[in-house]
């Protein structure tokens, strides 16, 4: 039974690889549709066998001595759960896409790319070989980089491109040093033998994470994330929800075996999972562009699931990142259409009043929040009320405990802000303009994925639970940990609204903020720490090293030390015999030295 759903499920695969050669883009929509629809029936059908693993095609395509190299795809309740979840996203997205660049002349081959994409991040989840893997990872990067850049006259849109293949080349070091330790290390490059060596390793370790502290926008490698802003709003949508950005902690899922073999290791991953959702989370609180504030919610929480994998439950970070896809993927599809409508306006002090304006996007908007914040009985309350109960009975650092709680009440404070703001105040828009909801494609997209966050949850749930058995015996206050917190946030965040703005909408807070300059840290990286080393530069490589070098050995400075020695030499030069006598006589007894120690 398993083995009959994994090749329908590379056989989906495929149909969409043809239908990116196809003319219309309505046909790969449907491809996209029906291969999604497909894959959620094959999950049912391995639920319903019981049978949860297997390697397929396993086809050896180079084998030099002991070394092999294969093809081969790993399908289990990870691939084939994500396949639905991915699949499912990107049709809706695919059809947004249709109503938002509908004025684009490159519509097609936009949608095109967005297949491409999608395609690139499956071979990535279904990766068995580290071949296959290296395949994926680098195709989500090179797709990530010519959709960032799609409006390429846009110098805005080439630096946020740039900066993120810069960043995330930074993380694929730690990719390469886990590649190579794997291949000096196992017979045929896979996980299975890697998972058969049963050993830590520190830099295999080191080199998983580093590579997914890039593609995952983890805290120091993060600013790549905001700025991929200024791609369309579709690439923003399908980037943060279901590709790319959830590379780099399914890689950790991937290896949470390893990594939770070392105690070090996993408080490692858990306090860089803390300190990133914390971050992500001030920073969130007082932008005011309304994708930026989406963008860093989905940072905050990209930090909450390799928390989860360093507390040791990396099946509640995947079913997180199910959960996440459906809400992330509405959030930036009813900002996409906010912006659309008013003429590609950002501002959110220049909106407000939405409520009566777009009623269907705005009540997606305000479930789509909900869901984010982890409200009971929606999508996010099934994977990230358990991680922070998880998190709660561990015993890792009380403080970064305290911190995970204190991240996850701001998501309700910067959530509220952004519904206030944008919803719920009175209307700071321009007059004349054209929010029109008539669209199917726009509505359509919404309506499915607002589904999805409302009834996910009690799906996948089912789906995934049974075959990762975690049985928590927690206080019923510590029970209610995570949505208490979320209640004082919603609370907080009223005092909030009022101290960033007044009725009219003025910002009474300084602009240089630590939130709203993200921390200083792009002031920090892209200019301090430039100007610091370009003035170590000058001072020690030009002035110290290079004149010193050139005028001390090199032809000028050989030129002057010749003349030195050229003067003494000629002040040698006497013509006195008892001068003539000395130097033989020291000569003579240097020798009689060198013999005698011989």
């Known amino acids: 039974m398993v083995g009959m759903c994994g090749m329908l499920g590379l056989v989906s695969l495929l149909i969409m690889g043809i239908f990116l050669f196809d003319k219309t883009k309505e046909n790969l929509a449907q491809a996209i549709k029906y291969s999604g629809f497909m894959n959620l029936l094959l999950l049912t059908l391995m639920v319903v066998s019981e049978e949860n693993e297997m390697l397929l095609m396993k086809w050896e395509w180079v084998k030099l001595g002991g070394y092999s190299l294969s093809i081969s795809f790993r399908y289990d309740m990870y691939t084939c759960s994500f396949f639905v979840v991915a699949l499912y996203v990107t049709w809706n997205i695919l059809i947004f896409s249709f109503y938002y660049m509908s004025t684009d002349p490159r519509v097609d ?75 000096m290390n196992t017979s045929d490059w896979t996980f299975t033998s890697l998972y058969a060596l049963d050993m830590f390793n520190v830099f295999l370790v080191v080199g998983v994470v580093l590579a997914a502290m890039g593609k995952s926008a983890q805290l120091g490698l993060h600013p790549w994330l905001p700025a991929a802003m200024e791609g369309p709003t579709p690439v923003s949508s399908l980037l943060h929800s279901s590709t790319m950005v959830v590379a780099g902690v399914f890689l950790l899922i991937r290896f949470s075996p390893i990594i939770l073999m070392n105690s070090y290791a996993q408080a490692g991953v858990f306090l860089l999972g803390t300190m990133t959702t914390l971050f992500s989370a001030i920073c969130a609180l007082a932008q005011n562009d309304m994708k930026k504030v989406v963008a860093y919610s989905t940072a905050s929480q990209l930090g909450l699931m390799v928390t989860a994998v360093g507390v040791g439950v990396p099946q509640l970070a995947f079913l997180h990142i199910c959960m996440h896809a459906f809400f992330k993927a509405m959030l930036f ?5 906010y912006i659309h409508g008013l003429q590609n306006e950002q501002d959110i002090r220049k909106m407000g009043g939405f409520l009566f304006a777009t009623p269907i996007t ?86 499915r994925l607002c589904y999805g966050s409302i009834v996910a949850g009690v799906v996948f749930i089912y789906f995934l639970i049974p075959y990762q058995v975690s049985i928590l015996s927690l206080p019923f206050t510590l029970k209610l940990a995570a949505i208490m917190v979320t209640a004082v946030g919603g609370l907080v965040s009223w005092d909030v609204v009022k101290l960033l703005h007044t009725s009219e909408g003025t910002v009474n807070v300084n602009y240089l903020s630590f939130e709203a300059q993200v921390g200083f840290y792009s002031h920090i990286m892209h200019k301090i720490m430039p100007k610091v080393w370009m003035t170590l530069g000058e001072n020690y490589q030009m002035q110290m090293i290079d004149r010193g070098w050139a005028e001390l050995t090199l032809p000028q400075g050989f030129g002057q030390n010749y003349k030195l020695l050229a003067d003494n030499i000629n002040q040698t030069q006497t013509a006195l015999v008892k001068m003539y006598i000395a130097i033989m006589m020291l000569i003579l007894m240097m020798m009689l030295m060198l013999i005698a120690l011989s």
């Open 109 to 183: 081959l936009f949608c095109k790319y967005l297949g491409l994409f999608l395609i690139a991040m499956l071979l990535l989840v279904s990766a068995e070989g580290f071949f296959q893997l290296l395949i994926g990872w680098e195709g989500v990067g090179i797709m990530s980089y010519l959709l960032i850049s799609w409006w390429y006259a846009r110098s805005d849109a080439n630096t946020a491109a740039l900066q993120a293949i810069f960043y995330n080349r930074i993380g694929d070091i730690g990719l390469v040093i886990m590649l190579v330790w794997s291949l």
């Open 333 to 337: 599809m009813c900002s996409g259409g």
């Open 362 to 447: 705005s009540s997606c908007l305000f479930i789509g929040s909900a869901a984010l914040m982890g409200t009971p009985f929606l999508a996010g309350f099934f994977s990230k009320d358990p991680i922070i109960e998880a998190i709660n009975i561990s015993n890792m650092n009380s403080w970064a405990i305290g911190l995970v709680l204190v991240a996850t009440s701001f998501t309700a404070v910067y959530s509220f802000r952004l519904m206030f703001m944008g919803v719920g105040s009175a209307s700071r828009m321009f007059t004349l303009q054209p929010m029109n909801e008539e669209y199917n494609n726009l509505v359509g997209p919404l309506q």
